[in-house]
């Protein structure tokens, strides 16, 4: 009986279920609405809303571990030795940091991460019939008002809304513009993760109306990616297509497999630049004004649109914290623009202002190592490791897909758990759900228990 699969939470518990995923639903949106334009106004009331949810979902689980003892058999698999391990690193980290609040912050989210909504036994049925179709249809909602904003400045730059579509607009400072995301990479993202959980949760095979109809939308948002020119989403589309295409011919291949050999090759290529820029340190970074990369990094650094250039700086300005980082993305930021004002004020002498940079380190792998060290980054991909081989999901279907997708677009962007951003919400959510679908005979965890 101790090698049963249990994968189905006891049905009479269902009021429970119910403010569970109203919760993890409210969750999500949060998250989503947080990287909207719209929220700006009420950025302060967003967060203090998702610190709430956490909260309630943080005591929620806590009920379910202790109250649902019939559950515990269930529970067996999940990875709590290794969460422990690595929240007690993060610990350390904020003690080291002087026990800063950014920091505390910044784990109180990782532990909703991983404890509540590894906790949830958030289900199959959940993802495939709530949260995929809404971050769906929310997308295309977005898409098409940002399309119509576009439309309309472009038919009346001089009127009165043009002029509110403008002042109230996200402008890189050449000629990118988004009336409705915070950013193209958010909009370019979102959309991708979009086509991706289509892809994943539409029945087949399908009819004429309704191939007609995801033809269009799909069409739709391959224009709106391009548009976007999110280099990480379209580098994500084409590994994704590529990652299906080895799945699907080649027969010993599993979307499992595959996903744990995308976080090896993953780990590797971002050890591998590390110690490329350690071992250049001497070459210093190329700002705006100087170039003292050679060829490697000089076409590193211009294949990563200049990301490169961000994530040595972040490495200089954190030699001293290695083994457990600055803590949070705000103290990481601020190491990096107090080692910019540096050389700034050596060349300027006072003749131009220094203006402190905005951009995060632009990469989940390295936002995870200049945060919490490569103490917290080395457990963490072994906690991505461990899930990756446990979760219900990676065994039967496309799940994996999203899974590939994250780990892509983490390379040029901050999306890991050190970041509140939806895509890492939604990948803990796969990784972490039960198969309430399958039909090989699972056992009910109630019926176990009488």
């Known amino acids: ?35 909207t334009l719209a929220a700006k106004p009420f950025i302060n009331w967003f967060e203090r809303l998702e610190v709430v949810v956490g909260g309630l979902l943080l005591i929620a ?77 929310i997308n295309l909602a977005l898409n098409l008002l940002e399309a119509f904003c576009h439309i309309v400045y472009k038919l009346s730059p001089e009127s009165g809304i043009a002029d509110f579509l403008m002042r109230n607009s996200y402008n890189d400072g050449k000629m990118n513009f988004t009336y409705l995301y915070i950013n193209p990479n958010t909009m370019g993202i979102m959309t991708a993760l979009s086509l991706v959980l289509l892809f994943i949760i539409v029945p087949k095979p399908l009819s004429k109306a309704k191939l007609t109809m995801l ?20 580098l994500a589309l084409i590994v994704i297509l590529i990652s299906y295409g080895i799945v699907r011919l080649i027969k010993p291949m599993t979307g499992k497999r595959l996903t744990l050999l995308a976080l090896l090759a993953s780990l590797f290529a971002t050890c591998a630049v590390y110690g490329l820029m350690y071992s250049h ?64 004020e050596q060349r300027y002498q006072g003749s131009y202002k220094f203006r402190p940079t905005i951009l995060g380190p632009h990469s989940g792998y390295f936002a995870m190592i200049y945060t919490t060290g490569f103490t917290g980054f080395f457990i963490y991909i072994s906690l991505l490791f461990y899930m990756i081989r446990r979760a219900d999901l990676m065994q039967r279907g496309n799940w994996y897909l999203a899974i590939i ?32 679908e399958a039909n090989e005979g699972e056992i009910n965890i109630c019926n176990y228990s009488r």
């Open 215 to 234: 033809s269009l939308y799909s069409i739709f948002s391959l224009v709106v990616v391009f548009k976007s020119e999110c280099r990480s989403a379209q």
């Open 281 to 344: 340190q001497d070459t210093g970074v190329a700002f705006e004004w100087e170039n003292s990369y050679g060829n490697i990094e000089y076409k590193l650094n211009r294949a990563s649109s200049a990301r490169y250039n961000i994530w040595k700086t972040a490495m200089l300005a954190n030699m001293d914290k290695k083994a457990f980082g600055t803590g949070s993305l705000k103290n990481e930021m601020a190491a990096r623009n107090e080692y910019i004002k540096g050389f700034w």
């Open 61 to 137: 689980a806590l009920y379910k571990f202790f109250a649902r003892k019939e559950e515990r058999a269930y529970l067996k698999p999940r990875p709590f030795i290794i969460i422990g391990i690595y929240l007690v690193s993060r610990l350390i980290g904020w003690w080291s940091v002087g026990f800063d609040y950014s920091t505390i912050r910044t784990v109180f989210f990782e532990v909703v991460y991983l404890i509540a909504i590894n906790e949830m036994i958030i289900s199959k049925s959940y993802l495939r019939r709530v949260l995929a179709p809404v971050i769906i249809l």
């Open 1 to 35: 009986m101790e090698n049963l699969k249990l994968t189905s939470p006891c049905k009479d518990k269902r009021f429970l279920g119910i403010v569970i995923s109203a919760l993890v639903t409210i969750y999500s949106l949060l998250f989503i609405l947080f990287n």
């Open 405 to 436: 997708f994250t780990l892509v677009v983490s390379h040029l962007e901050s999306v890991f758990i050190v970041s509140r951003f939806f895509l890492c919400l939604v990948m803990m959510m796969i990784l972490s759900a039960h198969d309430d």
